[in-house]
């Protein structure tokens, strides 16, 4: 099996080129090599029993998103968030907050959970060379009642569960819609988070707004022509690939 984890029943006859080999920091930006590095800090957890009772598989799948969590708090990589992703009853995706270890303000847990998941599933695709079956970008068809204004569109991380220790903020809620994922698990509420000093919910609360009374400011339709010019470039593309 060469370890392959993607998502395809071709046993010895996998071609995809696997994690290890996307290790190259001549090909790998920053960003994923600081995944790569949430990946390795955790190997010394032990994979989930397949025998299991379900129930009992999501609370070790919320327990080690706590303990990704407290990882981050205890070696001053950022807040107290881990997440998991979970698929087939195993564990394909790792991340925590690192925030204040790369000083990138939206290096959250969800974010890094997705970012090593879809790498894990889809390796070719971090070098754009790989729509094809089994892949995450594999095209599959809108689901019958769906409001997708197209027929089909990749198939992402359809099938998946996330565990979080914590309530998402919006943009990694906005995430795991971009990432197709069946089931949300969150433990601690905005609430409870909002106890211990992050500031999460107004941004829940600021979305409902019309744009002109958001926090920040925005100026709306601002060269909207220029814009569009960018969205005839997809339109007009014969080959273009809904995701
Ligand atoms: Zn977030």
């Not at 997705?114 to 790989?130: E, F, H, Q, V, Y």
């Not at 892949?135 to 992402?156: F, W």
């Not at 565990?163 to 609430?191: E, Q, T, V």
Request: aromatic share 8%; hydrophobic share 40%; with cysteine.
């Amino acid at each position: 099996m060469n370890g392959c984890t993607c998502n395809t029943p071709h046993g010895a006859e996998c071609d995809h080129t696997h994690r290890d080999e996307l290790l190259d920091p001549g090909r790998r930006m920053f960003m994923a090599s600081a995944v790569a590095a949430g990946a390795a800090a955790t190997v010394g957890f032990s994979s989930i029993s397949a025998v299991a009772a379900p129930s009992e598989d999501k609370k070790k799948f919320m327990e080690e998103a706590t303990r990704l969590a407290i990882e981050s708090v205890e070696k001053g990589w950022g807040g107290p968030f881990g997440a998991v992703i979970v698929k087939d009853g195993e564990i394909i995706g790792r991340g925590q907050n690192r925030v204040l270890l790369t000083g990138v303000p939206v290096f959250h847990a969800e974010i890094t959970a997705i970012i090593d998941a879809s790498t894990r599933l889809n390796p070719k695709a971090l070098l754009g060379s790989d729509y094809g079956a089994g892949t995450i970008l594999e095209m599959i068809p809108r689901e019958e009642g769906s409001p997708d204004p197209v027929p089909e569109r990749a198939r992402m991380l359809k099938g998946c569960e996330i565990y979080i220790n914590g309530a998402p903020c919006p943009m990694c809620m906005s995430a795991i819609y971009w990432s197709r994922i069946d089931h949300l698990y969150f433990a601690a509420s905005l609430k409870d988070t909002s106890a211990i000093g992050f500031d999460d919910a107004f941004q829940y609360e600021d979305f409902a707004k019309p744009w002109t009374e958001r926090r920040i400011a925005v100026t709306e339709g601002f060269e909207r022509d220029t814009g569009l010019k960018a969205y005839e470039a997809w339109m007009n593309k014969q080959d273009r690939h809904p995701y």
